[in-house]
Structures are given as structure tokens and as C-alpha cells.
Nanobody, 123 residues
Framework: QVQLVESGGGLVQAGGSLRLSCVAS????????MGWFRQAPGKERDFVAA????????YYADSVKGRFTISRNNAKNTTYLRMNSLEPEDTAVYYC????????????????WGQGTQVTVSY
């Protein structure tokens, strides 16, 4: 069992930045690839970014490439999502999750999820 807690969300103006954190409980954190997803009101939960267990490979949705950066610190059991040049379309609840294998982009290939953190980008 892994428990995940996200933080760092908030209200920011368009063009601004935020850094989300996801802290995991349990000793096996470093063995998991991790992902970030987001869900806007009335929409499906969509893939944002993923990072392999070592941090050596990262994957991004086209909509965030060049603006968002995923990273991790296994010593701190923490995954980060740095978000720059935020746009109103980035407004959503952001979730982190542990990857269980298969596609990094598929919701169904993630097992443990956090409660989410709200990001709101104003015009």
C-alpha cells in the first residue's frame, strides 16, 4: 500500500508558475514510476507527465511540453511538477499516481492515487 499526498496548488495569474509536490509513504517509492494527471470540471482525467523510477526518462502530454517539468527525489519520497507559463486551460485538480507497468499515458496503468490539489489559473 502506498499513500500519496499532493500539495502546492493554488490560484495564479496566466503566465505565472507553480510547483506541485507529491509525497509518498512507504519504502517502495523508489521502485515506482510516477505520473501526474489532471481533471477539469466536467472532463475526463488526462495524462500530464510521468517519470521513471530512476528519473532518467520523462514523458509529457503535448499540451504541456516545454512548460511543465516533472522530477523526483527518491531520498525524500517526493515527486514534483514544475509548471511555468500557466494558462487558464491548465485549471484543474492535479493528481499524482504510481505507475504499475504498461503505458505511461494510460490512466488504467496507475494504481495508487492521491487526493489531488486544485490549480486555478486566472486571465
Amino acid at each position: 500500500q502506498v499513500q500519496l499526498v499532493e500539495s502546492g496548488g493554488g490560484l495564479v495569474q496566466a503566465g505565472g508558475s507553480l510547483r506541485l509536490s507529491c509525497v509518498a509513504s512507504g519504502r517502495t517509492f523508489s521502485s515506482y514510476a510516477m505520473g501526474w494527471f489532471r481533471q477539469a470540471p466536467g472532463k475526463e482525467r488526462d495524462f500530464v507527465a510521468a517519470i521513471t523510477w530512476s528519473g532518467g526518462n520523462t514523458y509529457y502530454a503535448d499540451s504541456v511540453k516545454g512548460r511543465f517539468t516533472i522530477s523526483r527525489n527518491n531520498a525524500k519520497n517526493t515527486t514534483y511538477l514544475r509548471m511555468n507559463s500557466l494558462e487558464p486551460e491548465d485549471t484543474a485538480v492535479y493528481y499524482c499516481a504510481t505507475h504499475t507497468g504498461g503505458s505511461y499515458y494510460a490512466l488504467s496503468d496507475y494504481k495508487y492515487w492521491g487526493q489531488g490539489t486544485q490549480v486555478t489559473v486566472s486571465y
